[in-house]
Each structure stands twice: as C-alpha cells, then as structure tokens.
C-alpha cells in the first residue's frame, strides 16, 4: 500500500486512486480524480512529452501513452508528501509497441492536490534520452534504480534539522563551497543519463565524488545557476524542487527542472542523493 503520509485525507484517497492502474499494462486516467482544471507535465521529447491541460487533454495523453507503450511492471519505492503535496518515486519498466524494446527506468511524479482533494497538477520526469532510444528501436541502458530501504538512522532523523541542512547544502553549492563535511563517509549519488555524454551521471560514492558529483551539475554549462522553488521535508527524507537555468554556446536560454532527492542517516548527514533531472537537452547540445 502506498504511504500517504501527511497529506489531507482526500487527497490521499485520490493518490491511492491514482495507483489502482488499469489491465494489460494499460495506463488509465482516473478522470474523476482530476481538477477541471489539470495540468500535467512531462518534458522531453517523446510522444507524450508536453503540457497537457484540462481532463480532455489528460484522456487523449494517455490514448498516445496505450499507443505507444505497455507499463510491463510499475512499484511505488519511495513518497515523499506535505498536506497538499505528493512526491512519488517508481521503479517502472516500459515496451515500446513499435521496436519491442524494453525500458527500466526511475520516474518521479509531483501531484499537487487541491482542498477537494482533486489533482491540480502533476509533473512526471524521467530521463527521456533512454526513452528515445528504445522508442527508435536502439538498446537502452537501464538506469540505476535507487533503493526502497531507508538508510540506518533515516527514520529518526530531525525533520527541522534536515531542512537546515538542505539550505546549508545549496547555499554552499551556489556559492563555490565545499559540501563535503554534510555528507555521511558513506554517501552515495545517482543521476540519471549516459556518462560518456552527461558529465555528472551515472553512481557516485564517497564523500569526495559525490561532492564532485553535486559541483558537476552546476558546471556543465556555462553561466548555470540553481533556484529552489520547494522543499518537503519526511523524517530523515528530503525532496527538492528547483531549476537550473543556463545559457548555451549559442546564446539560448536553457532551463532544466530538476528534482533532488536526499536522505539523511544517523547525526542528519547525508547517506544518498538521486538526481531527476531530464538529461536529453543536455545530450542534444553535445
């Protein structure tokens, strides 16, 4: 059963709802869970890729989504929530219909719900250059898929200490500083996309790679800056929404949406970071 956590009683009935799924792998839109107003999200390029909006759209979204592909096995490994908000990580494994390839991939879905307990918006991300991939029939990777366990001591950590230190860690990133002393001796990172073209994906361990691992997201373009627009805070968890806004050789705006997840273990270090973040713009640029 998914964990609800601290959400609004509606509201997790609606995120229950939302997981009951359809048959034969099919996707299913619970329209009834759905704010006349919706707006769904999904970056990158593939078929569904776009802004979805209103209950009509979100029906003919998933049309395109039975078209394309079977979900061939889908599980909730990690919420994060506050009273109107649900941060869900899945474990998921697609086939695309037309190439018969297979795709396992980790997707983060951000429902924002309303006092009803109706969705407002959701935001799906995923690495979308895997994705492209298999849908034109080349062998996809699989990505690393983080862990449903938590970390030793993560329960019992200080929700308000943890927050501290998600602001100590992005102030010290945005202004050149070393993170490392925030970091358990044995941290790991993950982010998504293909190392030989991403220069910060792929696993990282130990205090010194990740510290690596956090600087190369803000390095890999020029003139790239981090805003965080939201923080939830579960236990010894913490989800971060941000953006990264940067310009590229040519002169374009680039903006990236990222989401950053962050458990902490016993003294609140930091034990694991999973980035989400959709690495396809960046695979185009190079």
Not at 15 to 32: C, D, K
Not at 198 to 214: M, N
């Amino acid at each position: 059963m998914i964990d609800t956590g601290a959400l609004r009683p509606a509201s997790a009935q609606s995120l229950r709802t939302y997981y009951e799924g359809g048959p034969n792998g099919e996707m299913v839109s619970p329209l009834s869970i759905l704010d006349p107003n919706i707006v769904w999200t999904l970056p990158g390029r593939t078929p569904v890729s776009g802004v979805w909006k209103g209950p009509d759209q979100v029906r003919a979204m998933f049309e395109i989504s039975n078209q394309t592909f079977w979900m061939v096995h889908s599980k909730v490994i990690r919420t994060v929530t506050g009273p109107d908000d649900a941060i869900t990580v899945n474990d998921s494994i697609f086939k695309y219909r037309q190439s018969q390839r297979f795709i396992r991939v980790s997707v983060l879905h951000h429902f924002k719900f309303g006092p009803d307990g109706r969705v407002l918006s959701i935001t799906s991300l995923h690495d979308t250059n895997p994705s492209m991939l298999a849908y034109h029939g080349k062998t996809a990777f699989v990505e690393p898929i983080p862990s449903s366990r938590p970390l030793p001591g993560e329960l019992e950590c200080d929700p308000e200490i943890v927050r501290g230190k998600v602001a100590e860690l992005y102030s010290r990133l945005e202004s050149g500083g070393d993170p490392s002393d925030l970091l358990a001796p044995d941290v790991a990172g993950i982010a998504p996309g293909n190392s030989a073209v991403i220069p910060f994906a792929g696993s990282w361990i130990g205090p010194a790679q990740v510290a690596d691992f956090l600087r190369r997201q803000r390095s890999v373009l020029a003139r790239s800056s981090v805003s965080v627009a939201e923080v939830f805070v579960n236990g010894g968890t913490a989800a971060v929404v941000s953006e990264q806004r940067a310009r590229t050789a040519g002169g374009d705006e680039l903006v990236l949406l990222r989401y950053e997840l962050l458990q902490f273990t016993a003294g609140e270090r930091i034990g694991r970071v999973t980035l989400y973040i959709d690495t396809d713009p960046l695979a185009q640029l190079s």
